[in-house]
């Protein structure tokens, strides 16, 4: 079954810092993969996806995401955080032809002044 | 073009009863996807709806059910609500030709089962 795991629960960086966001995956083929953010009580905005070639993807509000298939991850990535970032995000994974995204348990990001 | 819209905003019931939830996919949609995100976890697939039919379900009981609609509109019936019902439940659509390649999620509601 595809499982996804996102290690950090929370995170705390300072305001202007970099950040990254691991997400590994565990799937037998490749399968396309999604970031999600959540805003308190809100719903997912989708942040940016992989489907296939260029593994490193661009999305949103500033953030990117490479795949790397040699170890299964999708880590999401931006140079320098904004204190609007402070969110939770959602890795996700669906597999071609299938009807379900699988989530990751989330990060919690916080961001200091 | 509107977004996906989910009606009501929050509610609350109490153990035993039953809720019914609604979902406006996005225009262009003809596919509804329902899902269950308990606090502190990501979302969990519940079931997918298309051509008014049910179309692939996660692990939930059959006292979660849904509807779809000729105008692809769906509605989530929970039956004999447990506290652990408690949770907001996200609906999102996409095109069935696209897969899941563009799925748009609506604002959810928040179920508060007392």
């Known amino acids: 079954a595809q499982s996804v795991t996102q290690p950090d629960i929370h995170i705390t960086v300072s305001e202007g810092a970099s950040l990254e966001l691991r997400c590994n995956y565990s799937y037998g083929a490749t399968p396309y993969l999604f970031w999600y953010v959540q805003s308190p009580g809100q719903g997912l905005q989708l942040l940016l996806k992989y489907f296939s070639g260029d ?13 790397k298939r040699s170890q299964s991850s999708f880590n999401l990535r931006k140079p320098s955080v904004h204190w609007s970032d402070a969110a939770e995000y959602f890795c996700a ?14 990060t919690r990001l916080t961001i200091n002044p | 073009e509107t977004g996906v819209t989910q009606s009501p905003t929050h509610l609350i019931k109490t153990r035993g009863q039953q809720v ?7 225009s262009g949609h003809n596919t509804v996807s329902w899902y269950q995100q308990a606090l502190g976890q990501g979302p969990q697939f519940i079931f997918q ?10 692990n939930f009981p059959p006292r979660f059910s849904g509807l779809q609609f000729p105008n692809y ?3 989530l019936n929970v039956n004999a609500l447990e506290l652990d019902d408690s949770a907001l439940y996200l609906c999102a659509s996409s095109h069935r030709g696209g897969g899941l390649r563009e799925q748009f999620f609506g604002p959810g509601t928040r179920l508060t089962v007392l």
């Not at chain 1, 593994?55 to 795949?67: C, W, Y």
């Open chain 2, 20 to 26: 019914t939830l609604r979902c406006s996919s996005q």
């Open chain 1, 55 to 67: 593994t490193l993807v661009q999305g949103i509000k500033g953030f990117e995401a490479e795949f």
């Open chain 2, 49 to 58: 709806y298309y051509r008014e039919e049910e179309n692939g379900r996660g």
């Open chain 1, 93 to 106: 994974v669906v597999k071609e032809g299938a009807q379900k995204l699988v989530f990751g348990q989330g």
């Open chain 2, 73 to 75: 509109s769906s509605e």
